[in-house]
């Protein structure tokens, strides 16, 4: 068995790894000093019990447990924390741990907690058919190969037509962070959402590449359309990710020994070189739908949320592409969209200003008034009365 001790107190990590050597030689025990460096160590390992401490720098333990909760189901957390608050026990409990512990931890609590949930392990591998584990280490073993592979590495003797196999009709999926901060996080999101979402709509499997870039296969089931297919990765993403990001799912494809060459071309091209039905001109005509139904809709509540749903794009991305195609912010575009038509509608006498105020999109007649004098110096009335 694996385990991996986190926390950020060099003292308590090596304690704890000489307590857990001496106690158990069988395990293997890691330790590591921060969640982004037991991200990386998640990725690379099969950990079967981690032990994570719930406060530290940057990110802390109950972030690493809600990405983990997908994707590794089969993993035991026990929680030690010097904090016995009720709130953060009674969260690490809903993110499914093991075990809560208030430091200090004494040795032979740390044994005892060890050997339960080495005795609950074994009993789970009881329960696994020998169909199972072999499914469960291939899963491991595919995605450190294909990962290998892709990248033009030596697999040894893995025979790759077992994917081939599996996959005889599939799409890429490809994910690009727009962002350099906590890649190793974000990552294990997308992972995590993109799994589950491709076992609901058939089967496949994504890894990390290098740098920003993640890549999956994926296989759909018969009654699985490509575009609700798209449409819902897209949405789960949004509701996980809050940095800008870009996904492409790639055409129909049927030569898995073509993937190495359509991740060269996309790295070398771009995007827009993995789907090739989909013009260089995509993100213009994005923002022009965008800016279609702003304008049929401005009166109504019009989020940033909302408009980047209807062109099927990541909200903090729709909005860096909004301005560099416009010109000028989302929100102040919707703003001046609606200031130019309420003058317009002030010309009207027979409407009040409340009136035009709701037309334009405000059901606050303050908030409107603001909104107006900061544009134009004046009130709407103020304006009104100066049109005669």
Same mark, same amino acid.
């Given at each position: &068995?694996?385990?991996?001790?986190?926390?950020?107190?060099?003292?308590?990590?090596?304690?704890?790894?000489?307590?857990?050597?001496?106690?158990?030689?069988?395990?293997?025990?890691?330790?590591? $000093?921060?969640?982004?460096?037991?991200?990386?160590?998640?990725?690379?390992?099969?950990?079967?019990?981690?032990?994570?401490?719930? &406060?530290?720098?940057?990110?802390?333990?109950?972030?690493?447990?809600?990405?983990? #909760? $997908?994707? /590794?189901?089969?993993?035991?957390?026990?929680?030690?924390?010097?904090?016995?608050?009720?709130?953060?026990?009674?969260?690490?409990?809903?993110?499914?741990?093991?075990? %809560?512990?208030?430091?200090?931890?004494?040795? $032979?609590?740390?044994?005892?907690?060890?050997?339960?949930?080495?005795?609950?392990?074994?009993?789970?591998?009881?329960?696994?058919?020998?169909?199972?584990?072999?499914?469960?280490?291939? =899963?491991?073993?595919?995605?450190?190969?294909?990962?290998?592979?892709?990248?033009?590495?030596?697999?040894?003797?893995?025979?790759?037509?077992?994917?081939?196999?599996?996959?005889?009709?599939?799409?890429?999926?490809?994910?690009?962070?727009?962002?350099?901060?906590?890649?190793?996080?974000?990552?294990?999101?997308?992972?995590?959402?993109?799994?589950?979402?491709?076992?609901?709509?058939? =089967?496949?499997?994504?890894?990390?590449?290098?740098?920003?870039?993640?890549?999956?296969?994926?296989?759909?089931?018969?009654?699985?359309?490509?575009?609700?297919?798209?449409?819902?990765?897209?949405?789960?993403?949004?509701?996980?990710?809050?940095?800008?990001?870009?996904?492409?799912?790639?055409?129909?494809?049927?030569?898995?020994?073509?993937?190495?060459?359509?991740?060269?071309?996309?790295?070398?091209?771009?995007?827009?070189?993995?789907?090739?039905?989909?013009?260089?001109?995509?993100?213009?005509?994005?923002?022009?739908?965008?800016?279609?139904?702003?304008?049929?809709?401005?009166?109504?509540?019009?989020?940033?949320?909302?408009?980047?749903?209807?062109? %099927?794009?990541?909200?903090? %991305?729709?909005?860096?592409?909004?301005?560099?195609?416009?010109?000028?912010?989302?929100?102040?575009?919707?703003?001046?969209? #609606?200031?130019?038509?309420?003058?317009?509608?002030?010309?009207?006498?027979?409407?009040?200003?409340?009136?035009?105020?709701?037309?334009?999109?405000?059901?606050?007649? #303050?908030?409107?008034?603001?909104?107006?004098?900061?544009?134009? /110096?004046?009130?709407?009335?103020?304006?009104?009365? $100066?049109?005669?």
């Amino acid at each position: &068995m694996n385990i991996l001790v986190v926390d950020d107190e060099r003292s308590i990590r090596d304690g704890f790894k000489r307590t857990l050597d001496k106690a158990y030689p069988h395990m293997n025990v890691m330790t590591a $000093e921060s969640c982004q460096e037991a991200i990386i160590v998640l990725l690379s390992e099969r950990i079967h019990i981690l032990l994570l401490d719930i &406060m530290m720098p940057a990110m802390d333990g109950l972030e690493l447990l809600a990405a983990l #909760r $997908e994707s /590794h189901l089969s993993t035991k957390v026990v929680i030690i924390s010097a904090h016995s608050k009720f709130a953060y026990a009674q969260e690490a409990l809903r993110l499914g741990v093991k075990d %809560y512990v208030v430091k200090p931890v004494g040795k $032979e609590p740390l044994i005892k907690i060890i050997s339960m949930l080495e005795n609950e392990w074994i009993e789970e591998m009881r329960d696994l058919s020998e169909k199972d584990l072999i499914h469960l280490n291939l =899963n491991y073993l595919r995605e450190a190969v294909f990962r290998r592979w892709v990248r033009g590495l030596d697999i040894g003797r893995f025979d790759v037509s077992r994917f081939v196999e599996s996959h005889p009709r599939f799409h890429l999926v490809f994910v690009q962070l727009d962002t350099n901060q906590d890649i190793s996080l974000k990552h294990f999101v997308i992972e995590n959402v993109l799994s589950e979402w491709f076992e609901m709509n058939g =089967n496949g499997f994504i890894v990390s590449l290098e740098g920003n870039i993640l890549v999956g296969v994926v296989t759909l089931r018969e009654d699985t359309g490509i575009c609700s297919f798209e449409e819902g990765a897209r949405k789960h993403l949004d509701q996980c990710l809050k940095v800008p990001y870009q996904m492409v799912v790639s055409r129909l494809l049927t030569d898995f020994h073509s993937i190495p060459d359509e991740i060269k071309n996309l790295q070398l091209t771009g995007f827009s070189a993995l789907k090739k039905d989909v013009p260089a001109s995509k993100n213009d005509e994005t923002i022009t739908i965008a800016l279609q139904y702003i304008r049929g809709h401005f009166q109504d509540t019009l989020s940033l949320e909302k408009v980047a749903s209807i062109v %099927y794009l990541n909200p903090i %991305y729709f909005s860096q592409l909004f301005k560099q195609k416009t010109g000028i912010g989302y929100k102040d575009y919707v703003t001046q969209l #609606r200031m130019e038509r309420a003058k317009e509608l002030l010309a009207n006498r027979g409407l009040r200003v409340t009136d035009v105020a709701r037309l334009v999109g405000y059901d606050d007649l #303050r908030h409107f008034t603001q909104v107006f004098r900061k544009n134009y /110096h004046c009130t709407p009335t103020e304006y009104r009365n $100066e049109l005669t």
